[in-house]
């Protein structure tokens, strides 16, 4: 993985005091039913949100269930268009995007999710798994060279040669987590969504993968949005923390500062449930 690694590309190693990703003012609206009348009535799930995430940073997005997280999430990754607002990646705007402009974005950005049964295929074995998406964004010169980097990408991850030839069913939840980031920085990413990636784990294995994560962070220079609503991993993970509640951002800033220093009541509300093993960990 060390050569040929594009994360960077294409904006390259100059731009590293600009934004990486920039939400401008996005919001969503769900239609819910129709009311009396005829009148259509609509849920904000996420209002007027801004946020930006510089190369190589860590941005977490924390907030109660429901308050809008992973929409805001979906949309990030262009899964799901914003009501109004703009999403931008590296300074291009998602809506002036077509064609090879869009496919290049869905393979800029990758996603690890909470459940990896939601990410990966359970017909296909773990060698399919990682070269599909070469296979779609022409990467490696043919199956020999891509079956080497799918090696790469095992000891990346810190899994056997042999997990090839088998499929995710037989593996354990932290390993198949691993497989799934695996599968993400197969197209050589620049930017990963991280949605609540070790809420299903166990403690033990939930600190395995978030030092994963952090490791590869460094190695490839990937930039995170981090969805959670574990307060304790946000201030062992992130640099910088959005808490949201009810689709608004109600503050923003440095993790340390705003875990410190919260200026809102819900903020110490999220930080009063942390466990109190949980200060431990910083
Ligand atoms: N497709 C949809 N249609 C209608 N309402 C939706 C849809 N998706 C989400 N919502 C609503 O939008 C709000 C935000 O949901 P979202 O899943 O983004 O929250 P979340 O912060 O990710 O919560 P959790 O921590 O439980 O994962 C909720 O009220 C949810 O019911
Ligand atoms: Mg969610």
């Given at each position: 993985m060390t050569s040929g690694y594009k994360g960077m590309s294409p904006s390259g190693p100059t731009d590293f005091d600009k934004p990486v990703l920039e939400v401008r003012g996005v919001t969503k609206q769900f239609p819910i039913r129709t009311g009396i009348l005829g009148r259509k009535q609509f849920h904000?799930?996420?209002?007027?949100v801004d946020l930006s995430i510089k190369q190589g940073k860590t941005l977490a997005v924390v907030g109660e269930s429901g308050s809008g997280k992973t929409t805001l999430g979906l949309m990030v990754l262009d899964l799901l268009k914003p009501t109004s607002g703009e999403i931008l990646y590296r300074g291009q705007p998602f809506s002036s995007r077509s064609g090879s402009n869009k496919r290049a974005l869905r393979r800029e950005m990758q996603v690890v999710f909470q459940d990896p049964y939601a990410s990966l295929n359970?017909?296909?074995?773990v060698r399919e798994a990682l070269t599909e998406g070469m296979v779609i964004h022409q990467i490696g010169t043919g199956p020999q060279d891509r079956e080497r980097r799918a090696l790469e990408l095992l000891d990346h991850v810190s899994l056997?040669?042999?997990?090839?030839?088998?499929?995710?069913?037989?593996?354990?939840g932290g390993q198949r987590q691993r497989i799934a980031i695996a599968r993400a920085l197969s197209v050589e990413p620049g930017f990963i969504l991280l949605d609540?990636?070790?809420?299903?784990?166990?403690v033990s294995v939930q600190s395995q993968v978030l030092n994963l994560l952090i490791k590869l962070q460094r190695e490839f220079n990937l930039t995170y949005l981090f969805i959670s609503h574990n307060l304790e991993v946000v201030s062992y993970l992130a640099d910088d923390v959005a808490v949201m509640e009810k689709g608004r951002i109600v503050e923003q800033g440095p993790v340390d500062d705003i875990f410190d220093r919260p200026a809102e009541a819900y903020t110490r509300r999220l930080l009063a449930a942390i466990p109190r093993i949980g200060t431990s960990i910083r």
């Amino acid at each position: 993985m060390t050569s040929g690694y594009k994360g960077m590309s294409p904006s390259g190693p100059t731009d590293f005091d600009k934004p990486v990703l920039e939400v401008r003012g996005v919001t969503k609206q769900f239609p819910i039913r129709t009311g009396i009348l005829g009148r259509k009535q609509f849920h904000t799930a996420v209002d007027h949100v801004d946020l930006s995430i510089k190369q190589g940073k860590t941005l977490a997005v924390v907030g109660e269930s429901g308050s809008g997280k992973t929409t805001l999430g979906l949309m990030v990754l262009d899964l799901l268009k914003p009501t109004s607002g703009e999403i931008l990646y590296r300074g291009q705007p998602f809506s002036s995007r077509s064609g090879s402009n869009k496919r290049a974005l869905r393979r800029e950005m990758q996603v690890v999710f909470q459940d990896p049964y939601a990410s990966l295929n359970a017909r296909l074995t773990v060698r399919e798994a990682l070269t599909e998406g070469m296979v779609i964004h022409q990467i490696g010169t043919g199956p020999q060279d891509r079956e080497r980097r799918a090696l790469e990408l095992l000891d990346h991850v810190s899994l056997p040669a042999e997990t090839l030839d088998r499929y995710p069913h037989e593996f354990s939840g932290g390993q198949r987590q691993r497989i799934a980031i695996a599968r993400a920085l197969s197209v050589e990413p620049g930017f990963i969504l991280l949605d609540e990636p070790t809420s299903a784990l166990d403690v033990s294995v939930q600190s395995q993968v978030l030092n994963l994560l952090i490791k590869l962070q460094r190695e490839f220079n990937l930039t995170y949005l981090f969805i959670s609503h574990n307060l304790e991993v946000v201030s062992y993970l992130a640099d910088d923390v959005a808490v949201m509640e009810k689709g608004r951002i109600v503050e923003q800033g440095p993790v340390d500062d705003i875990f410190d220093r919260p200026a809102e009541a819900y903020t110490r509300r999220l930080l009063a449930a942390i466990p109190r093993i949980g200060t431990s960990i910083r």
